[in-house]
């Protein structure tokens, strides 16, 4: 009789051991490491994101404004010339400064397009730049979800483990307490 007590003993520790030890599992850890890292990451980039769009459109406002001061320029151009061909301007001194105006103009006209090629190529790369991160943002997405599924897929293994592992202490207990109550009936006895 003290020899299975022992041994129910024995089974006790080990069971709650093994209880212990999936309490403990480390695997479960590294995969929520994993996903709080994806999601950093994720979080990050979208950050990114919004910012290079936020620099997207302030160039967008400035073409625009470049576009609407190209357009008083070609007026004002168009103006110039209608003085200076029309024929009814005759003094050379006159017309030497209308020509100097319109040629003014023509380097304001030159130097804005030079400014708006420069700041549709930065457009273009940083419309490059977000398709690149946004690529990058959906493969985070499908290595979040694997991840999230191998955390579900654990969670439930260890669940399960301990479901088992707790009906299997719960028994053990209940023999324990049965041989020491039949265990102390018969030192009654004697």
Known sequence: MKDVNISLLWQL???EEEINEINK????????????????????????????????????????????KNKNYNYE??????????????NVTAL?????ELDEFKKEIDRSEEEILDIMEKMELIQ?????????????????KIEKD??????D???????TLSKRLSDLQGKIEKNTFWTIEIYKKT
């Open 13 to 15: 520790q080990k069971l």
């Open 150 to 155: 191998n955390y579900n897929i654990e969670n």
């Open 96 to 100: 030497s400064k209308l020509k100097s």
């Open 25 to 68: 599992e480390i695997k479960l850890k590294e995969i929520m490491q994993k996903l709080k890292g994806l999601k950093c990451e994720y979080e990050n980039i979208k950050v990114e994101i919004q910012g290079k769009v936020v620099q997207y459109k302030e160039w967008e406002h400035k073409l625009t404004r470049i576009n609407l």
């Open 157 to 163: 293994i260890i669940q399960n483990k301990q479901k």
């Open 128 to 144: 490059k730049d977000i398709k690149i991160m946004k690529k990058s943002m959906l493969k985070i997405q499908v290595k979040y």
């Open 77 to 90: 151009i168009k103006e110039l010339q209608d003085k200076i061909y029309g024929g009814k301007i005759t």
